[in-house]
């Protein structure tokens, strides 16, 4: 859904000079080596047979003139490579083939890192974007709050603690009883007022090492993200190697380990792939169900302490090498369990924003309830209602929660197709459907 025009000029604070990768002109600029190129380059000709020049460059992300063309020049100088005729106009057009030499240098490549596809950014590339694309770019107003979290039912007090906790770009802490919109708050946050977009590198290069950046599930394209296009504002073209995605919105829950909070090294590909905080990068982590993680709470805790409190991270190569990489991201913690119960002082001090959800009002717990059965086709009923609140929830001192209306009008809903009737707010389906949706514990 797009926000009206006024709102969207406020939720965006205004930037300077937005952040463009410009588009290496020759190999030099491109901070990799020749070298570096010059293996990716023949392990997509071991791969493919028979390939153009523009192919390879459109393979690598790269321009053929100044950069691929260098490379093949390289690659024939050294007969890892032959000319086999000709596909199109210009030397780009030139159809290449592995030679023998070249069959037995892709091996040896190959043995060292299997990763094929388009060229890394130097870490020092990556860093940097981030600096010029930080979270605090994004400014949130009252109003653009409200109409994010317009299909909910938010109290006054939730709106006025979650604005200026997505402002402080840090980190959040939201926990209450279950089923009351814990994550519904977060995703709304996290998919309709991060519509700021950034660019986010395929790969980054540390060392010789690949790390792989880009997440084609997770990372949503934002249109055309330069790929050689004019750039609106300056007019100089952009780096291939980037992709202009929407801030990341990334969830984690229960398979959250420490391990995938570190780089990911692959034994049999023997590159690496980014773990969840450094693809949210620039965006939100959510980590849902918090404390029912395999790990404890108090090792992941302690495991962002250091990068909440200086907003950097540290990544461990399996060469034992640490590396430094920016940590501009808005940590969103979730839980249902009590907080004393999973974190300690020091922790919750580094914590900015603690929100908790509470059970909902019986207004709230009305209007929730009159949206859903509009939602569903079925005739709200107030008498009905209260008949509900007296009998399944006063009466049996049951609490009540934001899901309820939902699952009930839904349970509701299957026992009259199963009964060959219409759905309606009986006393009899009432009745049903809270004796199959409600547990004693």
């Known amino acids: 859904m797009d926000m009206p025009l006024d709102i969207q000029e406020t939720a965006t604070a205004p930037a300077s000079l937005p952040f463009?990768?410009?588009?290496?002109?020759?190999?030099?600029?491109?901070?990799?080596?020749?070298?570096?190129?010059a293996d990716l380059a023949v392990k997509i000709m071991y791969f493919e047979g028979y390939i153009s020049g523009y192919e390879i460059a459109e393979k690598i992300k790269l321009p053929y003139a100044g950069v691929v063309d260098e490379v093949l020049e390289f690659l024939k100088r050294e007969q890892f490579c032959e000319v086999k005729g000709a596909g199109g106009l210009g030397e780009s057009g030139y159809q290449y083939v592995i030679s023998l030499k070249g069959g037995e240098k892709a091996r040896e490549v190959l043995d060292r890192g299997q990763y094929v596809g388009p060229a890394p950014v130097p870490i020092e590339a990556y860093t940097n974007a981030f600096i010029r694309q930080p979270l605090q770019n994004v400014a949130i107003h009252q109003r653009v709050m409200r109409h994010a979290l317009s299909h909910l039912v938010i109290n006054e007090r939730i709106n006025n603690q979650l604005g200026p906790a997505v402002n402080s770009g840090r980190s959040i802490f939201i926990y209450g009883p279950p089923g009351n919109g814990k994550t519904a708050v977060a995703e709304a946050v996290g998919t309709m007022i991060f519509k700021d977009n950034i660019y986010v590198p395929y790969a980054v290069e540390v060392d010789g090492q690949i790390i792989k950046v880009f997440?084609?599930?997770?990372?949503?394209?934002?249109?055309?993200?330069?790929?050689?296009?004019?750039?609106?504002?300056?007019?100089?073209?952009?780096?291939?190697?980037?992709?202009?995605i929407h801030r990341p919105?990334?969830?984690?829950?229960?398979?959250?380990?420490?391990?995938?909070?570190d780089l990911v090294y692959d034994s049999l590909s023997k590159y690496y792939e980014a773990p969840f905080q450094m693809r949210a990068n620039g965006g939100m982590f959510l980590i849902d169900d918090f404390g029912r993680q395999q790990v404890r709470p108090r090792d992941l805790l302690n495991r962002w302490i250091v990068p909440l409190?200086?907003?950097?991270?540290?990544?461990?190569?399996?060469?034992?090498?640490?590396i430094e990489i920016p940590f501009d991201v808005l940590i969103v913690f979730a839980t249902n369990l009590a907080p004393i119960d999973l974190v300690d002082e020091a922790f919750l001090r580094r914590i900015r924003h603690k929100i908790e959800i509470r059970d909902p009002s019986f207004e709230e717990y009305r209007e929730i309830f009159k949206r859903v059965c509009a939602q569903k086709g079925v005739p709200y009923d107030e008498k009905?209602?209260?008949?509900?609140?007296?009998?399944?929830?006063?009466?049996?001192?049951?609490?009540?929660?934001a899901c309820h209306p939902r699952d009930l009008v839904d349970q509701l809903i299957d026992i009259a197709r199963y009964q060959n009737r219409p759905p309606t707010l009986s006393k009899d389906l009432i009745d049903q459907a809270c004796e199959a949706y409600f547990v004693e514990l």
């Open 384 to 401: 009905a209602l209260a008949y509900l609140l007296q009998e399944h929830y006063l009466k049996p001192k049951i609490p009540l929660r």
């Open 20 to 37: 463009e990768p410009p588009m290496p002109k020759s190999v030099a600029e491109t901070g990799l080596t020749l070298g570096f190129l």
């Open 215 to 244: 997440d084609s599930i997770n990372h949503r394209p934002a249109g055309k993200s330069g790929g050689g296009a004019n750039s609106p504002r300056s007019g100089n073209k952009i780096d291939k190697r980037w992709v202009k």
């Open 249 to 261: 919105f990334i969830v984690a829950g229960g398979e959250l380990t420490l391990e995938s909070l």
């Open 309 to 322: 409190e200086k907003r950097v991270d540290f990544l461990t190569l399996h060469t034992g090498r640490k």
